[in-house]
Nanobody
Framework: QVQLVESGGGLVQAGGSLRLSCAASGRIFRDYAMGWFRQAPGKEREFVAGISWSGGTRHYARSVEGRFTISRDNAKNTVYLQMSSLKPEDTAVYYC???????????????????WGKGTLVTVSS
């Protein structure tokens, strides 16, 4: 089992920045590809970013590419999502997820992730 706990969410003005963290415990973190997904009120969950176990491969949703950066520190069992130039449409609950097999890169991959955190709320005001 892997337990995932997100932190770092909050209220920020448009144009601002936030860094989300996802701390993992349990099974060997470095064996898992990790990803960030988000769900806005009244909308379906969507893929945001994914990273391989080594950090050498990263994928981003088009809506966040160039503004968000996913990274991981396997020594700290933590994956990060640095968010910059935030927009009101980035408002959502952000979830981290882990998978032993795939590096997430699409909304559909959310259906196959092995482990999920409980989420952290990001609110971007205009």
């Amino acid at each position: 089992q892997v337990q995932l706990v997100e932190s770092g969410g909050g209220l920020v003005q448009a144009g601002g920045s936030l860094r989300l963290s996802c701390a993992a415990s349990g099974r060997i973190f470095r064996d898992y590809a990790m990803g960030w997904f988000r769900q806005a009120p009244g909308k379906e969950r969507e893929f945001v970013a994914g990273i391989s176990w080594s950090g050498g491969t990263r994928h981003y949703a088009r809506s966040v590419e160039g503004r968000f950066t996913i990274s991981r520190d396997n020594a700290k069992n933590t994956v990060y999502l640095q968010m910059s130039s935030l927009k009101p449409e980035d408002t959502a609950v952000y979830y981290c997820a882990g998978d032993f097999t795939i590096i997430p890169r699409s909304d559909a991959d959310g259906g196959t992730m092995d482990y999920w955190g409980k989420g952290t709320l990001v609110t971007v005001s205009s």
